[in-house]
């Protein structure tokens, strides 16, 4: 079986794109969090989100590539060009037939959705752009990265709600290491912060209210904690067979060792109470690694600023970890972000990444009030350094989902 390793980071964010913008942000304790100025919010109780700023797909695409193209395609376009960029593939020197893409998105095209639903009820079915359908499903993100690099492998979209970019990197992971690619683009991307979305999630009762001071809105664990933040935009690793990198003299950035995915199969949108699942998901990552717990030093967790998902996935780590949990330093990088749904696990694994080089470990900022319930260390509002083996990643979704991935500082 093969090792893999990731050579190649790209990142479309709230803090900034491009590797170095986001992880400085991040770092730094800097929030992408504000007003929405995507639509009008009057009739929303919620007006605040996590938007990409200053966006510009013609840096990374033509005008014309972009127009049929809906903004979740867009933003996955753009971090894969950054990650392939960054990882300094050269695409006519290596085998396309064996280079995969697997991009997870957990709504797709909702932004062209209600476009064309908008204009099919002033203008009548005659004017559906015939557009549409590509544009909208959810799978041609992975089908426009692949026609516009050339990536002939296996390519695919991985559903799986706020779970999806980490099952995508989890399946990626696995291609490659029992050799069926050499290299993979693989992630996540999301472009729903639109009047439909949000106002189904607001009548959820799943966001967070704190209109008035919306940096401090996204407060993962701490006891005051009132529900996510909307975010978008993409994350997107190239995953590459550790012989293929190393003939290419390639930087790497971390190995990944172990992937556990598992299903609570009790609720539609609420975790199992007992945690279960997100515990399994984790143990299985390990073991798969090879390690033991002791070996983990941190977690970036999935940490959406909710309730019942930053209590259960605080038990998960207690129960799986035991006394060792109270020794590893957790963060929640939505508490800058916001909740990226189907992308989070794409900019959480680059962050879980860069932690592992750097040996920095990001915070979760407006950890203000502890929480009986939550009662780890969080790593409150500063980032701090600690020299790490391995850390994971987590991501759970609606439907009860899970995944994780463990990753290795590299070693030769």
């Given at each position: 079986m093969n090792r893999v390793v990731i050579t190649g980071l790209g990142a479309i964010t709230p803090v900034g794109s491009g590797k170095d913008e986001f992880w400085n942000s991040l770092i730094s304790g800097k929030s992408g969090i504000?007003?929405?100025?995507?639509?009008?919010?009057?009739?929303?109780?919620?007006?605040?989100a996590a938007e990409v700023k200053d966006f510009d797909p013609t840096k990374y695409m033509g005008k014309k590539d972009a127009k049929r193209m809906d903004l979740f395609s867009q933003y996955a376009i753009a971090a894969t060009k950054q990650a392939l960029d960054d990882s300094e593939i050269d695409l006519e020197k290596v085998d396309l037939e064996r280079a995969g893409t697997i991009i997870g998105s957990g709504i797709g095209g909702v932004s062209t959705l209600e476009s064309e639903k908008e204009k099919m009820d002033e203008k009548g079915p005659g004017r559906i752009s015939p557009l549409f359908i590509p544009m909208m499903i959810?799978?041609?993100a992975a089908g426009q990265v692949s026609m516009a690099f050339g990536l002939k492998g296996s390519s695919m979209?991985?559903?799986t709600a706020c779970a999806s970019a980490t099952h995508a990197i989890g399946e990626a992971f696995r291609m490659i290491k029992y050799g069926n690619l050499d290299f993979a683009v693989t992630g996540g991307t999301e472009s729903s912060i639109t009047p439909l979305s949000m106002g189904g999630f607001?009548?959820?009762?799943?966001?967070?209210?704190?209109n008035d001071?919306?940096?401090s809105a996204s407060r993962p664990f701490d006891k005051n904690r009132d529900g996510f933040v909307m975010g978008e935009g993409a994350g997107i690793v190239v995953l590459e067979d550790l012989n293929h990198a190393l003939e290419r003299g390639a930087t790497i950035y971390a190995e990944i060792i172990g992937y556990g995915s598992t299903s609570d199969a009790f609720h539609i949108t609420q975790p199992d109470p007992d945690a279960k699942g997100a515990r399994n998901a984790m143990a299985m990552a390990i073991n798969?690694?090879?390690?033991?717990?002791?070996?983990?030093?941190?977690?970036?967790?999935?940490?959406?600023?909710?309730?019942?998902?930053?209590?259960?996935?605080?038990?998960?780590?207690?129960?799986?970890?035991?006394d060792h949990a109270s020794k590893l330093n957790i963060s929640s990088t939505k508490s800058m972000t916001g909740?990226?749904?189907?992308?989070?696990?794409?900019?959480e694994a680059i962050a879980t990444a860069m932690a592992l080089k750097e040996g920095i470990i990001p915070p979760t900022i407006n950890y203000e009030t502890s929480d009986e319930e939550c009662d780890l260390n969080y790593t409150p509002n500063k980032a701090v350094h600690r020299d790490m083996e391995h850390a994971l990643s987590n991501s759970l979704g609606f439907g009860g989902?899970?995944?994780s991935i463990l990753l290795k500082k590299y070693k030769a």
């Open positions: 504000g007003y929405v100025t995507k639509f009008d919010t009057k009739d929303h109780e919620v007006k605040i959810s799978n041609m979209t991985i559903t607001i009548s959820m009762k799943a966001l967070s209210g704190n001071n919306p940096q798969e690694g090879n390690i033991q717990l002791e070996d983990v030093h941190y977690i970036n967790a999935h940490g959406t600023s909710t309730y019942f998902n930053d209590k259960l996935e605080t038990l998960a780590i207690k129960t799986l970890f035991g909740h990226l749904l189907g992308a989070a696990g794409g900019i989902h899970n995944a």
